[in-house]
């Protein structure tokens, strides 16, 4: 009786284990193909799974999520018959799991020799500065051509991507003679357009301070007439007020003596005067009207009278 009971407690621990190891459960991104009797089945996504044993088997785990694989560097030649090495790295992703994994052997392999063979096509159109100048053309069509070439597997191919190209050595040397030419060119070109537009900005510069220097001659010119334009106007100004008031005097000194009431000796005394006034003059010629002999002749009469 207890070995019956035993042997029913060891079925059942056995058929709890069985039943414990045909639970599967799928993570996020991922999905597991069924095969049932040697046969595709099913492909289960991600989830609680639930298997019969000894029936069904899961024949491929596969991985849903983008993928990356970094080929090592293929010998290709180009169109000018230069040997260098290409490493590519694919992005690819597996869309289709049950073509993925009945419809080639080993799909990694198969897209490394696939993209070796492309590339050593189309690098083979082209020459040694196409292929340095031509990434993302190279780029395109490759993940064109591994894209269709790849859909029979349930693959993706989403980006290919040149990662080195290593020209030989010879060929790098003088590129880099190259580059260092160009450099120094454009150093020159560089060094002789800033002295140009240094040049450029004395000259400029000068002209700018000619400019401001006669600019401000010209001011100073102005200036300088027109002080002394002031002082003429002042000048004359003042000579008129002299002018004026001399006439002015003269009007009040007639006005005074015409208010005097003068004798007639009185005016012939101050004929005298002058006349002595005429006399004192630089002029070379003199003319005395004829008058002038009576006035002598009353003269002398003022003269003896004197005297008396």
């Known amino acids: ?36 009797l040697g046969s595709y089945y099913a ?25 990356v694989v970094d080929f090592p560097p293929q010998s290709v030649i180009t169109k000018d018959n230069v040997r260098m090495q290409i490493d590519t790295v694919v992005y690819f992703q597996i869309t289709d799991c049950k073509l993925y994994a009945y419809g080639v052997t080993n799909p990694i392999f198969a897209i490394e020799n696939l993209t070796a063979t492309t590339l050593r096509n189309m690098i083979g159109e082209l020459d040694l500065d196409g292929t340095l100048t031509s990434r993302d053309t190279i780029n395109t069509k490759m993940r064109s051509i591994l894209d269709q070439a790849t859909d029979a597997w349930g693959i993706k191919v989403n980006r290919v991507e040149l990662k080195n190209i290593i020209p030989p050595r010879e060929i790098q040397d003088a590129m880099e003679k190259q580059m260092k030419a160009e450099r120094e060119r454009r150093e020159a070109i560089l060094r002789a357009e800033g002295e140009k537009n240094s040049a450029i900005l004395v000259a400029e510069g000068r002209k700018q301070s000619a400019i401001l220097d006669a600019e401000a001659e010209k001011q100073a010119a102005i200036l300088r007439a027109e002080a002394v334009r002031e002082a003429h106007i002042r000048e004359a100004e003042g000579e008129a007020e002299a002018i004026l008031k001399v006439q002015q005097a003269t009007a009040e000194g007639l006005k005074m003596l015409n208010e005097s009431a003068p004798t007639k000796e009185v005016l012939t ?40």
């Open 1 to 36: 009786m207890i070995g019956v009971i035993i042997a029913v407690v060891a079925v059942l621990v056995i058929l709890l284990i069985v039943l414990i190891s045909n639970i599967h459960i799928v993570p996020q991104a991922h999905a597991y193909v069924v095969e049932r």
């Open 269 to 308: 005394l101050k004929s005298y005067e002058t006349l002595a006034k005429v006399a004192n003059g630089q002029a070379t010629k003199l003319i005395i009207p004829s008058d002038l002999q009576g006035i002598a002749g009353l003269a002398t009469t003022i003269a003896e009278t004197v005297k008396k």
């Open 43 to 67: 492909t289960w996504s991600n989830g609680l799974h639930l298997k019969i044993p000894f029936i069904d088997r899961v024949s491929k785990k596969v991985n849903l999520m983008e993928q």
